[in-house]
């Protein structure tokens, strides 16, 4: 069964840092793009990050310089490095797998499997 877990969210105060992770399991996801999209109360999920099979990466423009995204392809997982944490990155942070050796996509139509999200907060 292919399966992302995500874990490390939690409630952190304005301008502190939170480590996401996301362990991904029944296949190897080496070859895939991996993504981070977040929703907020009433919003639309949006993307955030992504790297792809050759570990290129993109941010949206509200994270970069704050967020890094990493993959370590021996323990199948990707993580968010989140930093300078602001009230408006509170969400509930969702990762994915994209498609097979492909640029990074920012569309969530391009990603197939998906976590159950973490929640992330935080206070002003």
């Known amino acids: 069964q292919v399966q992302l877990v995500e874990s490390g969210g939690g409630l952190v105060q304005a301008g502190g840092s939170l480590r996401l992770s996301c362990a991904a399991s029944?296949?190897?996801?080496?070859?895939?793009?991996l993504g981070w999209f977040r929703q907020a109360p009433r919003k639309e999920r949006e993307f955030v990050t992504g790297?792809?099979?050759?570990?290129?990466?993109y941010y949206q423009s509200s994270v970069k310089g704050r967020f890094i995204i990493s993959r370590d392809g021996a323990k199948n997982t990707v993580y968010l490095q989140m930093n300078s944490l602001k009230p408006e990155d509170t969400a509930v942070y969702y990762c994915?797998?994209?498609?097979?050796?492909?640029?990074?996509?920012?569309?969530?139509?391009?990603?197939?499997?998906w976590g159950q999200g973490t929640q992330v907060t935080v206070s002003s």
């Open positions: 790297i792809s099979w050759l570990g290129g990466t």
């Open positions: 994915a797998s994209g498609r097979p050796r492909t640029d990074v996509a920012v569309h969530d139509s391009e990603y197939g499997t």
């Open positions: 029944g296949r190897d996801f080496s070859p895939y793009t």
